[in-house]
T-cell receptor, first 111, second 112 residues
Framework: GQNIDQPTEMTATEGAIVQINCTYQTSGFNGLFWYQQHAGEAPTFLSY????GLEEKGRFSSFLSRSKGYSYLLLKELQMKDSASYLC????????????FGAGTRLFVKA | SQTIHQWPATLVQPVGSPLSLECTVEGTSNPNLYWYRQAAGRGLQLLFYSVGIGQISSEVPQNLSASRPQDRQFILSSKKLLLSDSGFYLC???????????FGSGTQLSVL
């Protein structure tokens, strides 16, 4: 089957580090994406992993383990503006044309 | 550079009325086009995608339909809206297989 699971909500403190986990089951693997979505807005691309390991991009990093069907998004030096939903997503099928999303993790950053 | 336009931003429609949401992409050719719906506090549900003019794949049986009359135009329609059609509708495009999505600004649809 095709399934993407991630926690519903997380809370963290400004300046801290938070890790958002995602487990997935896909029909054919075409990489794993993370998007950020602020309330009432469209999602925006954060990161893409197609090989195992850690991809670092500024304060945000994303990790992938294909054998475990597992990814995480790491946010460092949290800022209030990081309060948003974080969506784990994976293109499905042989052509990878269909991207399926997890339900998203709502992150609340408190002062 | 590529841009995606989606309108209207908000829409309030009575139950049983028709719907037409339009999305256009500029600055690229032969994009893959998508319609997603997001219920309040929920994830994105893929409704339709298209890899070319006149080619529509439907993901979920429902009260909606999609059309692609031109290469960079994608339209979401309904003949008679239901209460359950309320949600945040997002158009998106990619330029290949398994690559990142670029989203339009979304349409918040309320069916009353």
């Amino acid at each position: 089957g095709q399934n993407i699971d991630q926690p519903t909500e997380m809370t963290a403190t400004e300046g801290a580090i938070v890790q958002i986990n995602c487990t997935y089951q896909t029909s054919g693997f075409n990489g794993l994406f993370w998007y950020q979505q602020h309330a009432g807005e469209a999602p925006t691309f954060l990161s893409y992993n197609v090989l195992d390991g850690l991809e670092e991009k500024g304060r945000f990093s994303s990790f992938l383990s294909r054998s475990k069907g597992y990814s995480y998004l790491l946010l460092k030096e949290l800022q209030m503006k990081d309060s948003a939903s974080y969506l784990c997503a994976a293109p499905q099928g042989a052509g990878g044309f269909k991207t399926i999303f997890g339900a998203g993790t709502r992150l609340f950053v408190k002062a | 550079s590529q841009t995606i336009h989606q309108w209207p931003a908000t829409l309030v429609q009575p139950v049983g009325s028709p719907l037409s949401l339009e999305c256009t992409v500029e600055g690229t050719s032969n994009p893959n086009l998508y319609w997603y719906r997001q219920a309040a506090g929920r994830g994105l549900q893929l409704l339709f995608y298209s890899v070319g003019i006149g080619q529509i794949s439907s993901e979920v049986p429902q009260n909606l339909s999609a059309s692609r009359p031109q290469d960079r135009q994608f339209i979401l329609s309904s003949k008679k809206l239901l209460l359950s059609d309320s949600g945040f509708y997002l158009c998106a495009w990619t330029n290949g297989q398994g690559v990142k999505l670029f989203f339009g600004s979304g349409t918040q649809l309320s069916v009353l």
